[in-house]
C-alpha cells in the first residue's frame, strides 16, 4: 500500500550475513517452485513511547526533517497504515518492543501511566515486550498495568475504573526468581489464514543495572539470544514457523537516514548474531535510534521513540512450510498533517482537565536558565578523527539538584553531602517562574532519596568508578575534590585501584576526608543499589529511605527562590590547581 511520505524498504531472505540496509525482497531459493500464493501479513511496530500522549517538543518532537509524534497522531497513522479492507485489516498485528511507559511526561506519569496504557488500547495494541521502564515502579506494578485495578496508594486518580492492557506483556527472560517462571508470559501467538505467527518478548539482560533495585526486586534477567533459542524451539514444537522476536534492546548507526543501516553497531548485533535461523524478525528499541538492518538473515528494526515514526513491515509465509520466506520493512514518519485520532483526544482532554491544578502550580523560580548540559572536566584523549575526547562533568541544574537533596536531609539524617546521577537529569529549567509540569520534566523518575553510612575510603571509590563508568556524579556544595589529568582509570574488575582522585584533595565542608571516618551521605535509591555502575554503594550501611527526589527538588525551589546557577567549582582538575 502506499502511504504519504513512504520510503524505500529494506528486505531480508535466509541467506544475507551482514548488517546492511537491502532494496530488494530476497525470497528462499525453493520458492522458484510452483506454490499457492503466499500469505501477506503486515506488522506495525513501535518502541520508547514513554508515555508521550501530546506532541513532544524541541528536538524531541522532529525526526528526518519532520515536526512528528503525538498520540493522537500516532493512531491515525497505525489506523490508516492497516489499510482499508477487511482482509488488510484482518493480516496486520501492531506490536512493540517496550518502554512504552516510565520516565513519562507528567500528563501520563502523574496517574502512573494508566492513560497511556488506555491509549495503547485505543490504538490496536496487540503485543509488546516489556522494557527496562516497566519496571521503573516494580513488579506488581507492572502487573497492574497488565490486569487493570487503582493504584493501591493514589486509587483511581481521575475518578474513572482502570482496567489494565487489551494488549498483552512479554517477558520471557524476566523471571521470578524464587520459582524460575516468567513474570508474564513469554510468548504470544497469532493465527491468520489458519498460518501461526509466534512473537517473543523480551527485554535487555541488563535490566538490573539500569533500574532501582527496588524495581527489579524478586527478578531475574536472562540472555536474550538464548532466551529467544529456547522460545523458538518451543514454537516450532507447537507447529509455529513464522517467529518474530520484539526485544527492548538495540544499536545505533554512525550516520544514515530513517531506514538506513549505516555503520551499524551496537549490542543488538551480537544478539542478532546468536539467534537460531528460524527467528526471522527483531523489533528492537531502547536506544532510541532508528535504523533498518539485516543482520544475519533477520529483519531488525527500530522506530526512533516518543512515536515519531512506525515501522511497517511485510511479511509473505509460505502455506505450506508455515514459515516466512520475505520480510521487508519501512520507518514511516508520525507527520501532524494528517487528521488526528478522535478517540484519543478525548482521552488526552479528559486526563488534562483533572491534572490541570497540579500541573499548572508554581513552586519556584530561578534568575536565569538552569542546564542539564556538562562542563568539559578534563581531556581524555582524541578521537580517531583526532579531535579531542572529555570526561564531562559538572552542570548548573546538576548541582542545584545535589543541593535539594542534601537539604533535604541535612536535619533529619543528618547528610554533609548528596551526590547525583547525571542521566535521572533529563530536562533544563528555563529563567522565570518554574510549574511543577516543569520540575517534574526534570526528574521525572519518582526515585527516593536514601541517606547512609560510608566510610572515606568507599567516598574515594565511589569517585574512581566514576570514570569506569564515564558518569561523573554532580555533588553538593560541601563536596570539593581535584582530578589528576594524567591519573589512571581502574578498570571495572578492580574499581578502587584508579588514580584518578588526587588522595588528599577529597574535601567535605572544607575538612579532608579520611579513609576511616564514617559519613552520612544521600543519593537516590538507583545509585544506593549500585545503579549506573557504582556497586561501592551497595556497600553503604544504616540506609534510611527518604523523600522522593521531585518532592525534594520542588521543595527547595519554593525555599530558595530565586533560585541561581551555582559555580562549577566542586570539581578541579590538576591543570586548574596552581602550583604551592
Same mark, same amino acid.
Given at each position: 500500500?502506499?502511504?504519504?511520505?513512504?520510503?524505500?524498504?529494506?528486505?531480508?531472505?535466509?541467506?544475507?550475513?551482514?548488517?546492511?540496509?537491502?532494496?530488494?525482497v530476497?525470497?528462499?531459493?525453493?520458492?522458484?517452485e510452483?506454490?499457492?500464493?503466499?500469505?501477506?501479513v503486515?506488522?506495525?511496530a513501535i518502541?520508547?513511547?514513554?508515555?508521550?500522549?501530546?506532541?513532544?517538543?524541541?528536538?524531541?518532537?522532529?525526526?528526518?526533517?519532520?515536526?512528528?509524534?503525538?498520540?493522537?497522531?500516532?493512531?491515525?497513522?497505525?489506523?490508516?497504515?492497516?489499510?482499508?479492507?477487511?482482509?488488510?485489516?484482518?493480516?496486520?498485528?501492531?506490536?512493540?518492543?517496550?518502554?512504552?511507559?516510565?520516565?513519562?511526561?507528567?500528563?501520563?506519569?502523574?496517574?502512573?501511566?494508566?492513560?497511556?496504557?488506555?491509549?495503547?488500547?485505543?490504538?490496536?495494541l496487540?503485543?509488546?515486550?516489556?522494557?527496562?521502564?516497566?519496571?521503573?515502579?516494580?513488579?506488581t506494578?507492572?502487573?497492574?498495568?497488565?490486569? $487493570?485495578g487503582?493504584?493501591?496508594?493514589?486509587?483511581?486518580a481521575?475518578g474513572?475504573?482502570?482496567? $489494565?492492557?487489551?494488549?498483552?506483556?512479554?517477558?520471557?527472560?524476566?523471571?521470578?526468581?524464587?520459582?524460575?517462571?516468567?513474570?508474564?508470559?513469554?510468548?504470544?501467538?497469532?493465527?491468520?489464514?489458519?498460518?501461526?505467527?509466534?512473537?517473543?518478548?523480551?527485554?535487555?539482560?541488563?535490566?538490573?543495572?539500569?533500574?532501582s533495585?527496588?524495581?527489579?526486586?524478586?527478578l531475574?534477567?536472562?540472555?536474550e539470544?538464548?532466551?529467544?533459542?529456547?522460545?523458538?524451539?518451543?514454537?516450532?514444537?507447537?507447529?509455529?514457523?513464522a517467529?518474530?522476536?520484539?526485544l527492548?534492546?538495540?544499536?545505533?548507526?554512525?550516520?544514515?537516514g530513517?531506514?538506513?543501516?549505516?555503520?551499524?553497531? $551496537?549490542?543488538i548485533?551480537?544478539?542478532?548474531?546468536?539467534?537460531?535461523?528460524?527467528?526471522?524478525?527483531?523489533?528492537?528499541?531502547?536506544?532510541?535510534?532508528?535504523?533498518?538492518?539485516?543482520?544475519?538473515?533477520?529483519?531488525?528494526?527500530?522506530?526512533?521513540?516518543?512515536? #515519531?515514526?512506525?515501522?511497517?513491515?511485510?511479511?509473505?509465509?509460505?502455506?505450506r512450510?508455515?514459515?516466512?520466506?520475505?520480510a521487508?520493512?519501512?520507518?514511516v514518519?508520525?507527520?501532524?498533517?494528517?487528521?488526528p485520532?478522535e478517540?484519543?483526544?478525548?482521552?488526552i482532554?479528559?486526563?488534562?482537565t483533572?491534572?490541570?491544578?497540579?500541573?499548572d502550580?508554581?513552586?519556584?523560580?530561578?534568575t536565569?536558565?538552569?542546564?542539564?548540559t556538562?562542563?568539559?572536566?578534563?581531556?581524555?584523549g582524541v578521537?580517531?578523527?583526532?579531535?579531542?575526547?572529555?570526561?564531562?562533568?559538572?552542570?548548573?541544574?546538576?548541582?542545584?539538584?545535589?543541593?535539594?537533596?542534601?537539604?533535604?536531609t541535612?536535619?533529619?539524617?543528618?547528610?554533609?553531602?548528596?551526590?547525583?546521577?547525571?542521566?535521572?537529569?533529563?530536562?533544563?529549567?528555563?529563567?522565570?517562574?518554574? !510549574?511543577?509540569?516543569?520540575?517534574?520534566?526534570?526528574?521525572?523518575f519518582?526515585?527516593?532519596l536514601?541517606?547512609?553510612?560510608?566510610?572515606?575510603?568507599?567516598?574515594?571509590?565511589?569517585?574512581?568508578?566514576?570514570?569506569?563508568?564515564?558518569k561523573?556524579?554532580?555533588?553538593s556544595?560541601?563536596?570539593?575534590y581535584?582530578?589528576?589529568?594524567?591519573?589512571?582509570?581502574?578498570?571495572?574488575a578492580?574499581?578502587?585501584?584508579?588514580?584518578?582522585v588526587?588522595?588528599?584533595s577529597?574535601?567535605?565542608?572544607?575538612?579532608?576526608?579520611?579513609d576511616t571516618?564514617?559519613? #552520612?551521605?544521600?543519593?537516590?535509591?538507583?545509585?544506593?543499589?549500585?545503579?549506573?555502575?557504582?556497586?561501592?554503594?551497595?556497600?553503604?550501611?544504616?540506609?534510611? !529511605?527518604?523523600?522522593?527526589d521531585?518532592?525534594?527538588?520542588?521543595?527547595?525551589?519554593t525555599?530558595?527562590s530565586?533560585?541561581?546557577?551555582?559555580?562549577?567549582?566542586r570539581?578541579?582538575?590538576?591543570?586548574?590547581?596552581?602550583?604551592a
Amino acid at each position: 500500500m502506499s502511504v504519504p511520505g513512504m520510503r524505500r524498504r529494506a528486505a531480508v531472505g535466509l541467506a544475507a550475513l551482514a548488517a546492511t540496509a537491502f532494496t530488494a525482497v530476497a525470497v528462499h531459493p525453493d520458492q522458484a517452485e510452483a506454490r499457492p500464493k503466499p500469505i501477506d501479513v503486515k506488522l506495525l511496530a513501535i518502541n520508547d513511547f514513554h508515555g508521550n500522549l501530546e506532541p513532544p517538543t524541541g528536538s524531541s518532537g522532529t525526526i528526518d526533517g519532520q515536526f512528528a509524534g503525538g498520540a493522537a497522531y500516532l493512531a491515525a497513522h497505525l489506523d490508516a497504515l492497516r489499510g482499508t479492507t477487511k482482509k488488510e485489516r484482518d493480516h496486520t498485528v501492531t506490536v512493540a518492543a517496550g518502554d512504552l511507559i516510565g520516565a513519562s511526561p507528567l500528563l501520563s506519569a502523574a496517574f502512573h501511566d494508566e492513560p497511556t496504557i488506555e491509549e495503547m488500547n485505543l490504538a490496536g495494541l496487540e503485543f509488546t515486550s516489556v522494557g527496562n521502564h516497566e519496571f521503573d515502579e516494580g513488579a506488581t506494578e507492572l502487573l497492574r498495568m497488565q490486569n $487493570g485495578g487503582c493504584h493501591p496508594v493514589d486509587g483511581c486518580a481521575d475518578g474513572t475504573p482502570f482496567k $489494565g492492557a487489551e494488549f498483552q506483556y512479554l517477558s520471557a527472560n524476566a523471571f521470578k526468581t524464587a520459582t524460575g517462571k516468567p513474570l508474564l508470559p513469554p510468548y504470544g501467538i497469532k493465527k491468520i489464514d489458519g498460518v501461526k505467527i509466534g512473537f517473543i518478548g523480551m527485554t535487555l539482560e541488563g535490566t538490573p543495572q539500569i533500574v532501582s533495585q527496588q524495581g527489579v526486586a524478586g527478578l531475574s534477567f536472562a540472555d536474550e539470544a538464548d532466551t529467544a533459542n529456547k522460545y523458538a524451539r518451543i514454537l516450532r514444537k507447537q507447529g509455529v514457523e513464522a517467529i518474530v522476536v520484539l526485544l527492548h534492546e538495540g544499536g545505533v548507526q554512525n550516520g544514515g537516514g530513517i531506514n538506513d543501516c549505516t555503520g551499524f553497531s $551496537g549490542p543488538i548485533v551480537d544478539i542478532a548474531n546468536r539467534m537460531d535461523p528460524s527467528i526471522d524478525v527483531i523489533v528492537s528499541g531502547h536506544t532510541h535510534a532508528a535504523y533498518n538492518c539485516n543482520i544475519n538473515g533477520k529483519l531488525v528494526t527500530s522506530a526512533s521513540s516518543f512515536g #515519531r515514526l512506525v515501522t511497517d513491515i511485510d511479511l509473505k509465509i509460505d502455506r505450506r512450510s508455515r514459515d516466512i520466506v520475505s520480510a521487508s520493512a519501512n520507518n514511516v514518519v508520525v507527520t501532524r498533517t494528517i487528521d488526528p485520532d478522535e478517540a484519543t483526544n478525548d482521552l488526552i482532554t479528559r486526563y488534562k482537565t483533572a491534572l490541570g491544578p497540579v500541573a499548572d502550580k508554581v513552586v519556584g523560580e530561578t534568575t536565569g536558565v538552569l542546564t542539564k548540559t556538562q562542563e568539559n572536566l578534563y581531556q581524555t584523549g582524541v578521537d580517531v578523527n583526532g579531535k579531542p575526547t572529555y570526561q564531562t562533568g559538572e552542570s548548573p541544574l546538576g548541582n542545584v539538584i545535589a543541593d535539594a537533596q542534601l537539604a533535604a536531609t541535612d536535619n533529619e539524617q543528618n547528610a554533609v553531602a548528596a551526590f547525583m546521577n547525571p542521566g535521572g537529569v533529563r530536562a533544563d529549567l528555563d529563567a522565570g517562574p518554574v !510549574t511543577y509540569a516543569e520540575a517534574f520534566t526534570v526528574q521525572p523518575f519518582a526515585n527516593n532519596l536514601v541517606t547512609l553510612d560510608l566510610t572515606g575510603a568507599q567516598l574515594y571509590c565511589m569517585l574512581e568508578q566514576q570514570f569506569t563508568t564515564a558518569k561523573v556524579l554532580y555533588a553538593s556544595s560541601t563536596v570539593h575534590y581535584v582530578v589528576d589529568v594524567n591519573g589512571t582509570t581502574a578498570p571495572a574488575a578492580s574499581p578502587c585501584t584508579g588514580t584518578r582522585v588526587v588522595r588528599g584533595s577529597l574535601t567535605i565542608n572544607g575538612t579532608p576526608v579520611t579513609d576511616t571516618a564514617t559519613y #552520612r551521605v544521600t543519593v537516590n535509591n538507583f545509585l544506593a543499589g549500585g545503579g549506573d555502575g557504582f556497586s561501592v554503594l551497595t556497600g553503604g550501611t544504616n540506609a534510611v !529511605t527518604g523523600l522522593i527526589d521531585l518532592d525534594a527538588f520542588t521543595a527547595y525551589l519554593t525555599e530558595k527562590s530565586p533560585v541561581s546557577a551555582p559555580a562549577l567549582d566542586r570539581i578541579q582538575t590538576t591543570a586548574e590547581v596552581p602550583a604551592a
